[in-house]
């Protein structure tokens, strides 16, 4: 059974940090693209950073470029997000998303963390 599992969300002021991880099992992340998503009350589900399964190339919503960093540790099968300069925009649940074109089986969904920047 393939399960991703979020954590690492939380209460944090504007210009705060917080570092969320995506543990896998059932899968091994290094062979999936893994993304991350969120989204905002009453709003669609937003594309926030990929890392590829390939090359390991990130990419990231223009919202996000230069604050966001994903990552991945093979060796703990965990996909982390480290924000940084968080504003209160960026305020949602964040989830954990891993495709694979080669691999049978997925996407899968991980449940989701909520995020929230406020003073």
């Known amino acids: 059974q393939v399960q991703l599992v979020e954590s690492g969300g939380g209460l944090v002021q504007p210009g705060g940090s917080l570092r969320l991880s995506c543990l896998a099992s059932?899968?091994?992340?290094?062979?999936?693209?893994m993304r991350w998503y969120r989204q905002a009350g009453g709003k669609e589900r937003q594309l926030v950073a990929v890392?590829?399964?390939?090359?390991?190339?990130?990419n990231y919503a223009d919202s996000v470029k230069g604050r966001f960093t994903i990552s991945r540790d093979n060796g703990e099968n965990t996909v982390y997000l480290q924000m940084n300069s968080l504003k209160p925009e960026d305020t949602a649940v964040y989830f954990c998303?891993?495709?694979?074109?080669?691999?049978?089986?997925?996407?899968?969904w991980g449940q989701g963390t909520q995020v929230t920047v406020s003073s």
């Open positions: 890392i590829t399964a390939v090359g390991g190339r990130t």
């Open positions: 998303h891993a495709d694979s074109a080669v691999v049978t089986g997925g996407p899968y």
């Open positions: 059932g899968i091994s992340v290094s062979r999936y693209t």
